[in-house]
Every structure is written in structure tokens, then in C-alpha cells.
């Protein structure tokens, strides 16, 4: 007689509620493309080609004088910074009195492949900043970057001092040379040219590829394995669906541009050593003299911490102040540490210098 | 020695392939010409293009296959050397909720860390680009087979066409920086 092999009944039970879970899946949550990703009201106040730039309508009475620009990334959207209202950077800075304008970079096409550094950084950036001079009738906006979008503000920054009073680097791509991501390998060894010649824009499947080697196992297998063990829990699958939504939604980068910034950041590394050039211009960091603040995620897997970093001590400020966060690229910005601690700090250094 | 005398043969083939695809277009091109009406006359006398294309688009496949087997063999090995590890950590069959769990939790952190040091890793990198490279090279051969069956219904190329958004590329920066100029202009009467 063979002994009984024994399955722990628990086994059976959690195997049977999984399978459950999955077929009620869909009469209890929403499809991702039902869900709106514009959470927080505003008007869409000025449109340049594909680009748009959204005005926050204010949360207080009262607000600070400087109204704030941010310059979301070119990677994904803007949605992120407005995910959902418990987790809102957008919202948490209306409700300490901030006055709030979003770039939103739109979706280029085949016919914006020209589109280059030039284009956003004088071009686009530049417009909407002086539009909101004038609407705000102030001299000076403060302007924060977001990983790739804070690329493109430090060079505005170096470019157009005059028209910035403050300056937040928000995981900024920086030092290429220094970032030991799995990104900056991938991109260390593209034939950047040839992708442009043949292809024209940067497609985001070659985005979605290189999403999909970050932590290949936890995001491709665990994380969706959790959502359907949860699917009960409507707070934990709708910040899910958000979040998954969002990361499945990323525009082309114009072609142009994306081979400026993989020869400028990653593979010759210019920015760093004030050797870049935009139409001309060079970017000199040490021309960038206001008071500017650098959050740093200690866990970011899509830009490390020391390719960020090197900003604060390049730049011309006196000054300056580098904060560092134990959470990663995503958890800086929309997560319960992004409110409880991220932002306060901010709100409150920004709002003695507005 | 052995790769020099393989590429002695691709290059032999090669000319070979390109000295019969050129004599019988020069061979046929006029009964092709007289006997080819409507869009087929256009076709015919770009046909050699396709030729020559599907010659070298062999030519980058090879290589193609080479990095791509390369890319899968480092997927491979990766799996395999991360399998061993997690069969060292956790050789027991789990018999409850709490063991799968931890085996599991083991299983993921070996595979994400063997992997993301995989992606990280110089050798990776370099196979990645050439494999990249060669798709993109693949590509341009079809794009450019596609420009002959586009000519030949008198629609334009790809290169016609990006040329033309290169022409509004710089137009709209030269209106752009005329109106700056103007607005300017306009300031600085203003202010007199």
C-alpha cells in the first residue's frame, strides 16, 4: 500500500476562490478603457500643434503669487501627476494654495518626426511660458520637470533664466553615463540614427519593451496575480486599473528629439559637462541661478539616483536643496508617501519662495 | 578562417544573384516595356529594385538570425542558471498556503534579480543594438520595396513624403521666429 499523498485543503480552497475571482472579475470592476484618467477639473487653456496646456481650477480663495508650470514626461502621459484624487500630486498642490498649469506633449504623428529639442524647449515650452506671464501677470514662473520632461526643463532653465523663479528637478535625466538602469543599457547601444532614418518617430513598443524588462517577473506575473486575489477590494483595483492604464498608454517621441536626447544624455553625455547645444545655444547648467529643488527616489529603477543627482551640484544656485525619498520612480509622485511626505516638503519650500 | 571562406561564398552568391537579376532586366526591359501598359510600365521598369532588395534582405536575415539566436540563447541560460538557484533555496515540494507563498516569493526575487542583471549587462546591450540594428535594416528593405509598388501607382515615397514634412518642419520654425520678430516690433512701438 502506497501513503496517501496530502493536500493542504487551503490549497484547494485559495486555487478554487483565485478561479472564482477571475470569472467575476468583469461584473465587478471596470474595463480599463472605460475609466477616465482626468481626474481633477481644468480648462484647456492654449493649444500648440499637438500640445496643450491645461490650467488646474484653484481648490483655495487665496493662492500664491508665482503660479507653477509642470513639464510632465515623454514618456507616458501626464496622468500620472493626477491619478486619482487620494493620490494627486496636482490636487495636493491646489489645496496648499498653488496656481497649477500642466504641458500636456499630445501624441506627435509621422509628420512631427522633425520635431526636435529646439521645438519643445523654445518652441512649445517657451510659448506656454510666457502665456502664463502674461495671464499671471508676473515676471517669473516656477516650472517643475518630471524625468524626461525635467531634461527638457533644465535645459529652458539654462536657456530662459529670466523667466524662471523656481525650479523643481523631479527625477531629472541628467548624468546618462552615471545612470545604471536598465534603460541607459539599452539605450548606450542603439543605432539611434538608423531607428530615425528607417522608422521616424521613437514607437512605443520600443517603450513597452523596455517596461517590460524592469523587474520582468514581479510586474509581468505577481502584480496581476495580486489584482485578481483583490479583486474584491474596489480601493486596491481601482488604483490598479489607473495605474495599469496609464502604463499602457505612451505617445511616440518625435524623432528628432529622441535621437538629440539618446546621443546628448546617454551615449556622449553633454548636459552633464555643459557641451549641449540646441539650435545653436549652449546649455550651460551654471546658468541656471534660482533657488531650484531636486527630488531624488533612492529605489528609481527607471532613472537611478546618480544620474539625477549630479544637477544640484552643477547648476549655478546658491540656492539649493536635494531631497532624497525611500520609494521609487512612480512612488515619488503618486503614491500615500508622495502626500504624506514628498509634498509638504515641496509645498512648503515652494511657498516661501512664491 | 572558416567565417572568411563563408563570406567568400555569400559574396559569390551575392554577385552572382546581382550579374543575373541585372542582365535579364537589361534582357527583358523592352518587351517588358512594350508589352506593360497602365501602372505595370512603371512596375516593370523598377521590378529590378525588388530583386536587388530581396538579395540583400537574405544577406541581413542571416545576421538578423544570428543576434536574434544569440538574444534567445541569453534568455535561455539565464532561466536555466535562475532555476538552479531557486532549486538550491527551496528543494521542498510545498505542502501549505504559507510554503507556496515563500517559494513563490523565493522563485520571483531569483528570476527578477538574474534577469534585471542580464539586461544590465554589457554583453546583453551590445547583442540588443545589433539585433535592433538588423530589424531596422530588415525594414528599410521592405520600405524601399514598398516605394517601387507606391511609384508605380504615382503615389509618393516615403522619402518624397518625409521630405515634405521637412519642408513644414522649417517653414513653420521660420513663421514662428518671424512672428516673435514681429511681435517685437510691435513691443517696442508700443512702448515709444
Not at chain 1, 51 to 73: D, G, M, V
Request: glycine share 4%; proline share 5%.
Amino acid at each position: 500500500m502506497q501513503s496517501e499523498s496530502k493536500v493542504d485543503p487551503k490549497i484547494i480552497e485559495a486555487i478554487l476562490k483565485f478561479g472564482k475571482n477571475v470569472i467575476e472579475a468583469p461584473k465587478l470592476v471596470s474595463a480599463p478603457d472605460e475609466i477616465s484618467l482626468e481626474v481633477t477639473p481644468h480648462d484647456i487653456v492654449q493649444q500648440m500643434d499637438k500640445t496643450r496646456l491645461l490650467h488646474y481650477k484653484p481648490f483655495t480663495e487665496k493662492q500664491h503669487k508665482t503660479p507653477l508650470l509642470i513639464s510632465y514626461a515623454l514618456i507616458n502621459r501626464f496622468h500620472i501627476l493626477d491619478i486619482q484624487p487620494e493620490k494627486s500630486w496636482v490636487r495636493n498642490l491646489l489645496e496648499q494654495g498653488f496656481d497649477i498649469y500642466m504641458l500636456d506633449w499630445g501624441t506627435p504623428t509621422s509628420m512631427d518626426k522633425y520635431l526636435d529639442f529646439d521645438d519643445y524647449v523654445n518652441g512649445y515650452l517657451d510659448t506656454y511660458v510666457e502665456y502664463i506671464k502674461n495671464e499671471s501677470s508676473t515676471e517669473k514662473i516656477s516650472l517643475q520637470g518630471y524625468c524626461t520632461g525635467a531634461t527638457i526643463a533644465t535645459t529652458y532653465a539654462s536657456l530662459h533664466p529670466e523667466s524662471v523663479k523656481n525650479y523643481i528637478a523631479t527625477a531629472p535625466v541628467i548624468d546618462g553615463w552615471r545612470d545604471t538602469t536598465v534603460i541607459s543599457n539599452l539605450a548606450k547601444h542603439m543605432d539611434v540614427d538608423k531607428m530615425v532614418e528607417t522608422i521616424g518617430n521613437m514607437p512605443p513598443e520600443f517603450m513597452y519593451y523596455a517596461f517590460s524588462v524592469l523587474k520582468p517577473f514581479e510586474q509581468g506575473i505577481e502584480k496581476y496575480v495580486n489584482f485578481f486575489k483583490n479583486i474584491e477590494n474596489k480601493k486596491f483595483v481601482d488604483s490598479f486599473l489607473r495605474v495599469e492604464k496609464w502604463l499602457g498608454d505612451t505617445p511616440p517621441i518625435p524623432g528628432e528629439l529622441f535621437k538629440q536626447w539618446i546621443k546628448d544624455i546617454y551615449q556622449d553625455n553633454l548636459l552633464i559637462q555643459n557641451k549641449m547645444y540646441i539650435e545653436g545655444q549652449l546649455v550651460d547648467l551654471k546658468k541656471i541661478d534660482m533657488p531650484i529643488f531636486t527630488q531624488v527616489a533612492v529605489g528609481d529603477h527607471l532613472v537611478s539616483p546618480e544620474c539625477s543627482m549630479p544637477l544640484h551640484y552643477a547648476v549655478g544656485s546658491e540656492d539649493k536643496t536635494l531631497r532624497m525619498y525611500p520609494t521609487g520612480h512612480v512612488g515619488m509622485i503618486a503614491s500615500s508617501l508622495s502626500q504624506k511626505k514628498v509634498l509638504p516638503e515641496l509645498g512648503q519650500w515652494l511657498a516661501e519662495r512664491s | 578562417m572558416q567565417s572568411e571562406s563563408s563570406k567568400d561564398i555569400t559574396d559569390y552568391y551575392k554577385h552572382l544573384s546581382l550579374f543575373w537579376t541585372d542582365i535579364i532586366h537589361l534582357m527583358s526591359s523592352k518587351p517588358q516595356a512594350l508589352a506593360s501598359i497602365g501602372p505595370m510600365r512603371a512596375f516593370a521598369a523598377n521590378s529590378k529594385k525588388i530583386s536587388t532588395e530581396l538579395i540583400e534582405i537574405n544577406e541581413d536575415l542571416m545576421e538578423f538570425n544570428k543576434h536574434l539566436t544569440e538574444y534567445y540563447k541569453q534568455l535561455a541560460d539565464t532561466w536555466t542558471d535562475a532555476q538552479k538557484k531557486v532549486n538550491l533555496k527551496a528543494p521542498e515540494i510545498p505542502h501549505d498556503i504559507e510554503q507556496i507563498e515563500a517559494v513563490k516569493r523565493i522563485w520571483i526575487d531569483i528570476f527578477d534579480n538574474d534577469f534585471t542583471e542580464l539586461f544590465d549587462s554589457g554583453k546583453f546591450g551590445d547583442n540588443y543594438g545589433k539585433l535592433v540594428s538588423k530589424e531596422l535594416e530588415l525594414t528599410k528593405h521592405w520600405n524601399n520595396i514598398t516605394n517601387v509598388i507606391l511609384q508605380s501607382v504615382n503615389l509618393p515615397s516615403k522619402e518624397e513624403i518625409d521630405e515634405v514634412y521637412k519642408e513644414m518642419h522649417s517653414l513653420k520654425k521660420r513663421v514662428g521666429k518671424l512672428e516673435l520678430e514681429l511681435k517685437k516690433r510691435e513691443m517696442k512701438k508700443n512702448a515709444e
